[in-house]
């Protein structure tokens, strides 16, 4: 079992940035896919940005030229750096790690391909 602890959330207006990280412990095998995911509420969770091991990321379109998913793999550690920020960004995100199933760490159906989970950092966008 991994276990996941982010931090480096808090409160911004538009526009400004935050970064999010994610500490893993665990065999290094259960890590072959990490990613961000949030939940805003009243809506159904969504992927965000996700990376594998070898550095291949995948980044939802609401996230793509604005956030940058990053791996430090002595660290077992990802980051979140995201700038630009809206409203609509406000949500808690969650730390996910699973195996690497894929060439690509998947966004969707989360609770498919990811077995480990952090407790969330909440993330609030004021306009």
């Known amino acids: 079992q991994v276990q996941l602890v982010e931090s480096g959330g808090g409160s911004v207006e538009a526009g400004g940035s935050l970064r999010l990280s994610c500490a893993a412990s665990?065999?290094?095998?259960?890590?072959?896919?990490m990613g961000w995911f949030r939940q805003a509420p009243g809506k159904p969770r969504e992927g965000v940005a996700t990376?594998?091991?070898?550095?291949?990321?995948n980044y939802a379109d609401s996230a793509k030229a604005r956030f940058t998913i990053s791996l430090d793999n002595a660290k077992q550690t990802i980051y979140l750096q995201m700038n630009s920020l809206k409203p609509e960004d406000t949500a808690m995100y969650y730390c996910a790690a699973g195996p690497l199933y894929f060439s690509l760490c998947p966004l969707n159906t989360p609770d498919t391909w990811y077995s480990d989970w952090g407790q969330g950092t909440q993330v609030t966008v004021s306009s």
């Open positions: 990376i594998t091991t070898g550095g291949r990321t």
């Open positions: 665990g065999p290094p095998d259960s890590t072959g896919c």
